[in-house]
């Protein structure tokens, strides 16, 4: 008995529910709500213009019969009270509502339409005693008709529909079935059944709309998220390069009078931890660089990542003082010199950085970040780990090396390229270790050009190594008569060792010169070796096994690490020219080629000191035991007649006298 009334109980609860339901709108689904507010608002005009009409069209014959309030003001206050509401709903036609305005809006008409489903039956049924059997006949069609129409309008709004069909068909059935009268109640009956087949149409409509709407908001936040993760960096999270140029594009269209600035900043450093650490290392050390950046960018910056090891900053009000901008550069950079402890291993690394300002030097986003870019490519040369801003002088450049560019790439190499010499002196004696070979080009179009003008851009547009091959043919031509024990220094590019084959032909170059592999050394710079760590090792070590020597150049400069420097087989390195500079009243730079001597020498390396230009800087040096300089004191880079002129005015030190016993290093730099 029980189990039966709980069962009863339960049955009841649901078909409240379910009623319930029907009848109300849910507010649980923003998407729905929104889209039922959309069609409605589309299809009120129409709803209201079939109650209108109708209501006139029985209200018309009743006019000789009935009251006039009943016959005319009523329908006039009903026609009044549909162009209020209908005139609302037009002026809401282009409203991108809330879910809660939605819910709101529908939630009222559910209530109107009882009110006025209740009316159009009160008064449709008050103008029954008025009529003949045609009037009446006529009373019924209005209402059945008319109740179908307003169902198909809410269709979408599917507890309005069922609140219309309930009171007009509920009021309709029971009325016409009381009447007494057989076609009336065939009438009622067939209209309770059409109800019921349209109710029934109206949920599975609904149920279907309902299920669209589910499934184009999912369609559409799918979309969201791919637009999302097609516009970020799927390792740091940061914009990536697609997100940063559609950016860059807008700041610059919508800039106005203000002043938008990109910032180029690729990592120091990074390759050589990538490649001893392995990629997951690297990978967490970009994560953290992206970090580090992001957290330090104000609410007019966006930090990207462009690819790699490169990030970009992008400022889309910079001001107009350059001294805050490049100051802000700075914090950057210095942030990124801090190290970052991983849990694999602490890392350091830096950041080199170049700036563009729109519109003071770019005509658009693209020129923008060409420029910053170049203004990077400048920072990396002469300003490592710090910003450099593009400026007018850079322009300059810009235009002198795409001058240089269409020379270089039509000239005769073998006849415009000549090779000038420096003497490395052994300071016990004042004598002629060997030299170094420096490039120079004497151009029929643009006259003498510096190398490190033209240099640079024999590397970008690929010609440094056939330019390569012709300096050291030279050199090696001029290398032939001098002494057996004078050396020559020439300096390989970054390109020159980065394959097999062109090792190779620097290898046949030197075995067809007659020069004794021995008396040379090459030069090769830290960056060089960074580029492609395996490659540099192995390419040493086919010069070594053929008995040249291999020298570090700029040693102090750059980001190796000392376990890489000890792998590979060096005999020498040369301290930069910017550590002697007035050595003797610098306690900082007296202590640090201090330092490199006296690692040189527990690493069994020659030392070679550049850029001796005051016999007290060679005085200071002497006084720190150093054997090897070169610099301008004792010679500036002299052609190759007057190098052997040198020779015979100074002299020439025997291997044998030299400590150690390897000749000095081979370059040809500017």
Not at 188 to 198: E, F, K, P, R, W
Not at 515 to 528: K, S
Not at 629 to 655: C, I, K
Request: with cysteine; hydrophobic share 45%.
């Amino acid at each position: 008995m029980q189990d039966s009334r709980r069962w009863r109980c339960k049955v009841f609860r649901s078909f409240v529910a379910w009623i319930t339901g029907h009848l109300t709108v849910p507010d649980d689904d923003s998407d729905l709500l929104k889209a039922q507010f959309a069609v409605f608002s589309s299809q009120v005009p129409l709803m209201y213009s079939i109650v209108l009409v109708n209501s006139w069209a029985l209200a018309y014959p009743f006019m000789t019969t009935a009251p006039v309030w009943l016959a005319v003001y009523v329908p006039l206050g009903l026609s009044l009270v549909c162009a209020v509401r209908l005139v609302g709903w037009w002026r809401m036609r282009r409203t991108v509502p809330t879910a809660q305005y939605a819910h709101q809006a529908l939630t009222r008409t559910n209530k109107f339409a009882f009110v006025l489903s209740v009316g159009l039956t009160v008064w449709a049924l008050s103008l029954y005693p008025y009529g003949d059997a045609y009037g009446q006949g006529n009373i019924a069609f209005f209402i059945a008709i008319t109740g179908v129409g307003v169902i198909i309008c809410l269709q979408q709004l599917r507890s309005a529909a069922f609140i219309v069909a309930i009171v007009i068909n509920t009021s309709f059935v029971v009325y016409f079935s009381l009447a007494g009268i057989a076609s009336f109640v065939g009438m009622a009956t067939n209209m309770a059944l059409v109800s019921i087949a349209l109710l029934l149409v109206v949920a599975i409509q609904f149920r279907h709309f309902a299920g669209a709407v589910s499934a184009r908001s999912e369609l559409e936040a799918i979309s969201r998220e791919n637009a999302k993760l097609a516009n970020l960096d799927s390792l740091t999270g940061l914009s990536n390069r697609r997100q940063f140029f559609a950016h860059l594009e807008a700041a610059v269209s919508e800039s106005g009078d203000r002043r938008v600035a990109v910032g180029i900043i690729d990592l120091d450093g990074f390759k050589p931890i990538n490649d001893l650490y392995g990629h997951t290392v690297g990978d967490n050390l970009l994560v953290e660089v992206g970090q580090r950046l992001a957290a330090l960018a104000g609410s007019n910056v966006q930090i990207s990542r462009l690819g790699g090891d490169e990030f970009a900053v992008t400022v889309t009000d910079c001001g107009t003082d350059d001294a805050e901008l490049l100051a802000m550069g700075e914090r950057l950079c210095t942030a990124l010199r801090d190290p970052f402890v991983l849990a694999e291993a602490t890392v350091q690394v830096s950041g080199s950085m170049g700036f563009s300002v729109y519109p003071h030097l770019a005509a658009d986003a693209h020129e923008l970040y060409e420029r910053a870019d170049y203004a990077l490519y400048r920072s990396k040369r002469t300003n490592r780990g710090h910003p450099v801003l593009f400026t007018q002088e850079h322009v300059v450049e810009i235009d002198q090396s795409q001058r240089i560019e269409q020379v270089l790439g039509s000239a005769n190499l073998a006849a415009e390229m000549e090779v000038v010499f420096q003497p490395i002196m052994d300071t016990r004696f004042a004598k002629v270790v060997s030299f170094e070979a420096l490039a120079r080009w004497t151009s029929p179009v643009l006259g003498k050009v510096p190398p490190d003008h033209f240099i640079p851009v024999a590397e970008r547009v690929g010609l440094i190594s056939e330019l390569t091959c012709v300096l050291l043919n030279k050199a090696l031509a001029s290398a032939s008569t001098w002494p057996e024990d004078v050396g020559l220094s020439f300096n390989l590019s970054t390109h020159d060792i980065s394959t097999s084959d062109g090792v190779a032909t620097i290898v046949g170059i030197i075995l067809s010169s007659g020069v004794d592999p021995c008396r040379i050394d090459f030069e090769i710079t830290e960056t060089a070796m960074m580029y492609d760590f395996s490659q540099a090792k192995a390419s040493i070590e086919i010069f070594q096994l053929l008995g040249c020597g291999i020298a570090l150049d700029d040693f102090g400069t750059g980001y190796s690490s000392l376990s890489q420097l000890h792998a590979l087989p060096l005999t020498k390195i040369k301290i930069d020219r910017s550590f002697v500079s007035g050595l003797h009243e610098n306690p900082a730079s007296y202590k640090i080629v201090k330092s490199l001597l006296a690692l040189s020498s527990d690493m069994g390396l020659g030392c070679v000191i550049e850029g001796v230009e005051t016999e007290e800087e060679l005085a200071a040096l002497k006084q720190l035991g150093c054997l090897l300089v070169q610099g301008y004191y004792y010679s500036p880079p002299v052609p190759a007649v007057d190098a052997a002129n040198f020779l015979s005015e100074a002299g020439v030190v025997r291997m044998t006298d030299q400590q150690p016993p390897r000749r000095t290093l081979a370059a040809v730099s500017p």
